[in-house]
């Protein structure tokens, strides 16, 4: 420090000078201990990392900054989320079915940004580079805060209707919840770069928009006021989380050029494994929005056709190609979200929502959405489903669906190009057969079999025996293992599952608001008075 | 929109999620409660961790201490992570106005060069130590078990950060923003002998694995010796040569230690209590940080403090001793 | 430098009071941006690159603005980020 420098006035700092002076000076190279004993997980993967100090930061972020925005967006959501609480906002949603979404949600995917908090944290450790530390655990601060807000959002309905009281149980044994369990346990356990290109680019880049923008776009054209608050909230944070996950890809792809066929191994496997996850969003989608926004085919090709399309054709100069199994998702896209719906109903017994088939509007809407797939393929399924009904037999499986040993969906997948054959694949590991659902998994698997070996597949526990609580008998002679199984996972038979139509959250739905449980079937007890939406009951007033 | 309800009829179908009822009662729940209690997975985990393949994703062996439940350990301030940012966010917006007042009048600039020089020389390398505080927090919450402990803990480490940044801006006020004494600071973190025990001690607890040692080591030792030592006793040395600019911006630093003192303390006396065996490990690893960290902060108290360097040490390791016995150790 | 890519990049903002003048000033700077309106949402599509500039944003809205206030509405992005004091830029690099 020269002393004449204080003649003159203090020099002004730009955002980019700021941010550089207050973190990239922190780090040092320490001496008393060797580097990779103190970064011990850097190494086994097999990345090249030659210089620390070239990760961009896109988002020049200083700790107070991220306080004061993220402290602003919290007063702004918890001032909606407490007058939501205080006007009972939770029966302003189109009908009762939608809630049966929200049950999903809390149940499956609140859990997996817990996950999110933890992966990001450990990273948050172990990158020796000050900036990639940073953009961690800012990353994996607001993964809690998403989990957070959507606890504190969804705690109201959980008040009101069934099925979201137990989620972190749910979420640990639940079948169709080992879904997106697996696949951020999948991520966690991994190495630090395969966690990072799997979750913040593969996941976050690539696939989360076509969720989360139809999906809470549509939360608020149901009148969930609540939910698209923090759902946006949430994705603001994201948008941050998506620069770290371009940037993280050209840092990778630019430090070595051996790092080029593991990044591109790594976006095959997490693309497909992602979207796989995500094909529960398509249902959610298309089935149980009452009012909807956009249906997934068209998610699909705008957020990944369009948007992924433009995305790879910038990463074509470092030698990266679109994922391997693109073509499949584009080939799907029309019997994807039908598919899945089909499976639920059909295992509506064991499952923690309810369900019903589609009334004629949705199906008509169907129809003009998916005029390749919907009349040809399901519309004849759940006619037939519909006729049953009506006569008093209502179809249901008393089994559970074999699972994919890779995303432990059931097997409901048809063959890509021909969606009358269910798509079966297997790989022999070690003397023993391995089921999976398509190639995507397969590949996976055939990857790595010493892995995926280990999943905790539920129904495979539950034909094993692992799935009873304590004290159960299963010598009893009035054993019944299906029956079991549900109380362990925490499902209430005809309570949390089941069908719609008489459900508590039904009956109770139109004893407290006075309107139909589900709009397009009228009533289905005395205690409604009102026919209309709340959206045209508030035209008509405006009229 | 108005919806007609009839609320009156309108009764819950319970309070709150059942696991707090199974811990409360059927009561409305906090929004702590809701955010922390049970939320961490704790069973029918799938796979391996590649990077620790004996044990699970989540595991709470990968500590010496056991708690029957871990959720025990909770956080007096009862942060979740709303009302965590939106206090960090009030108080920085009074630590912004301070540091506007010191900027706009020049103050730290203005200070003789012999205590700017003194400024440079024992606080602004602490920037560092907060780093490496960052990382030994980030540790905790990155291997720790269940979301009481490492839900605060990852907002402790977002704090280090935070005062990493806030003792940076202290050298930026004295250079004139031209960064010079962050890289002379540096250097005298990696290099100056007055710093070098010091960083030693840092460097081991980044090798140290069991995350609660590491808990104890940083939190409850290394912070209640570094605290007083720098912020109280140093800082008033300089006050007392050259007037309270660099106290004001020195105070926002001692506020968020003793905030932060309460939650280490709930922690510590929770886990303590639990059994004989917790805490004969807790006051051990007290006892050998302690012991290495307070030889390692004699270089440079005594530069900073001359002769009254022992005293000041003194009177910080009484202040730990005399902490850890209330929380039920045996130092 | 402007760009040779014709990809579409995007950012997507809640729909609310304080995001209309940021929108108007992304229209004016970016004679090419597509706004589409669905419910709570305004996603804006433009060919190649989309720039916000903090002046024309204070034009619209009367007062002095800070970019990374863009931070509390945005919902997403697509392109390459990059931000100064006073643009905020998406873009694709390669056609
Ligand atoms: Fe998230
Ligand atoms: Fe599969």
């Avoid at chain 1, 001032?79 to 049966?100: E, W």
């Avoid at chain 1, 997106?180 to 356990?189: G, N, R, W, Y």
């Amino acid at each position: 420090m020269a002393a004449e420098g204080n003649a003159k006035p203090a020099k002004k700092l730009s955002l980019k000078e700021n941010y550089a002076l207050l973190t990239r000076g922190l780090g040092w190279e320490p001496s008393y201990e060797k580097k990779e004993d103190i970064f011990r997980y850097i190494h086994f993967e097999g990345v090249k990392i030659h210089d620390w100090d070239k990760w961009e930061d896109p988002f020049r972020l200083t700790m107070d900054a991220y306080w004061k925005y993220q402290g602003e967006k919290e007063r702004k959501l918890y001032a909606i989320v407490d007058a939501f609480q205080q006007h009972n906002g939770q029966f302003n949603v189109t009908d009762a079915r939608y809630v049966q979404a929200l049950k999903v949600f809390i149940n499956g995917i609140t859990e997996l940004e817990y996950d999110s908090h933890r992966g990001f944290n450990i990273l948050a450790r172990e990158f020796p580079g000050v900036g990639p530390r940073i953009a961690a655990q800012m990353q994996s601060l607001d993964e809690l805060r998403h989990a957070t807000t959507q606890i504190h959002t969804i705690s109201q309905y959980a008040k009101y209707f069934t099925g979201m009281n137990e989620f972190p149980y749910q979420f640990d044994r639940v079948w169709y919840l080992s879904i997106p369990k697996s696949f951020f346990e999948d991520a966690v356990t991994s190495g630090p770069f395969e966690f990072i290109v799997a979750i913040s680019f593969a996941f976050e880049y690539v696939l989360t928009n076509l969720a989360f923008m139809p999906w809470m776009s549509g939360a608020a054209f149901n009148g969930d006021m609540a939910t698209v608050s923090f759902g946006f909230s949430a994705q603001s944070d994201e948008a941050r989380h998506m620069t770290l996950g371009i940037e993280v890809i050209k840092f990778l792809l630019e430090q070595d050029p051996g790092n080029v066929p593991l990044v591109q191994k790594w976006i095959d496997k997490w693309f497909w494994r992602g979207y796989r996850l995500l094909s529960l969003l398509a249902t959610m989608m298309d089935y149980m929005l009452p009012k909807r926004v956009m249906a997934w085919n068209e998610a699909w090709e705008i957020y990944y056709e369009q948007n992924g399309g433009a995305l790879f054709a910038d990463l074509a100069r470092y030698g990266i190609k679109p994922p391997k199994r693109a073509p499949e998702t584009i080939a799907e896209k029309g019997h994807v979200a039908h598919q899945m719906w089909s499976v639920f109903y059909a295992n509506r017994d064991a499952v923690g929502f309810q369900m019903w088939l589609p009334s004629d509007e949705e199906m008509a809407w169907m129809s003009e959405k998916y005029p390749d797939t919907f009349d040809q393929y399901y519309r004849p399924r759940y006619e037939y489903w519909k006729a049953q009904e009506a006569a008093g037999t209502p179809f249901r499986n008393t089994t559970l669906p074999q699972l994919c040993q890779v995303c432990q969906w059931p097997c409901l997948f048809t063959e890509s190009g021909d969606p009358t054959t269910l798509s079966l694949r297997e790989s022999e590991y070690r003397g023993q057969t391995f089921h999976m659902c398509s190639d995507g998994c397969k590949d996976i698997f055939d990857d790595t079999p010493e892995k995926y070996v280990h999943a905790w597949l539920p129904v495979h526990q539950i034909y094993q025996g692992n799935c009873f609580l304590p004290g159960v008998d299963p010598t009893a002679p009035d054993f019944n293992p299906m029956v079991e199984a549900l109380r362990y996972m925490g499902i209430k038979p005809g309570v949390d599952g089941g069908d719609f139509k008489g459900s508590a959250d039904a009956t109770n739905w139109e004893k407290w608001t006075s309107r139909p449980a589900n709009i397009h079937e009228g009533a289905y007890t005395d205690a409604v008075r009102d026919t209309a939406s709340p959206a045209d009951v508030g035209a008509r007033k405006a009229g | 929109m108005s919806v007609e309800i009839r609320t009156k009829g309108v009764k819950p179908l319970s309070n709150s999620f059942g696991h707090l009822q199974r811990r409360f009662g059927d009561k409305p729940a906090t929004r702590y409660q809701e955010a922390t209690y049970d939320i961490q997975s704790t069973a029918n985990f799938h796979y391996k961790p590649l990077w620790d393949p004996a044990r699970e994703m989540f595991d709470a062996r990968r500590t010496a201490v056991m708690m029957k439940d871990w959720y025990q350990l909770k956080d007096p301030r009862q942060f979740y992570y709303g009302n965590y940012t939106t206090t960090r966010a009030r108080q920085q917006d009074a630590i912004d106005r301070t540091l506007d007042f010191v900027e706009k009048r020049d103050l730290l600039r203005s200070l003789s060069q012999d205590i700017r020089e003194r400024i440079v020389h024992t606080i602004v390398p602490l920037r560092h130590y907060e780093w490496g505080a960052n990382t030994n927090s980030a540790h905790v919450s990155a291997y720790g078990y269940g979301t009481a402990i490492t839900s605060p803990a990852m907002m402790n480490t977002a704090d280090r950060l935070g005062m990493a940044q806030h003792i940076s801006r202290i050298g930026l006020l004295v250079d004139g923003n031209s960064g010079d004494s962050l890289l002379a600071a540096q250097a005298l973190w990696t290099g100056h002998a007055d710093w070098q025990p010091l960083r030693r001690e840092v460097e081991r607890m980044f090798v140290t694995r069991d995350w609660f040692e590491v808990f104890v080591a940083q939190l409850l030792v290394a912070d209640a010796l570094v605290y007083p030592l720098f912020f109280q006793q140093i800082d008033a040395a300089i006050a007392g040569a050259s007037g309270s600019a660099l106290s004001s911006l020195s105070d926002a630093l001692m506020r968020w230690y003793e905030e932060t003192a309460k939650w280490i303390d709930a922690v510590i006396k929770t886990a303590a209590a639990e059994s004989p065996e917790n805490k004969a490990l807790l006051s051990g690893w007290t006892v050998t940080w302690r012991n290495r960290l307070l030889p390692a902060l004699v270089p440079i108290a005594q530069r900073a403090l001359g002769n009254k360097a022992e005293d000041a040490l003194a009177a910080a390791a009484a202040a730990l001793d005399a902490r850890a016995a209330k929380l039920g150790l045996t130092v | 430098m402007a760009t040779t890519s014709t990809q579409p990049v995007f950012i997507a903002l809640q729909a609310n009071n304080d995001t209309l003048p940021i929108i108007e000033a992304i229209r004016q700077d970016n004679p090419q941006a597509v706004v589409h309106d669905y419910p709570a949402m305004v996603k804006i599509d433009c060919p190649g690159r989309l720039v916000i500039r903090r002046e024309t944003v204070e034009e619209h809205l009367g007062r002095a603005f800070d970019l990374r206030e863009i931070q509390v509405n945005m919902i997403s992005i697509a392109g390459n980020v990059d931000e100064s004091e006073d643009e905020f830029t998406l873009e694709w690099k390669s056609a």
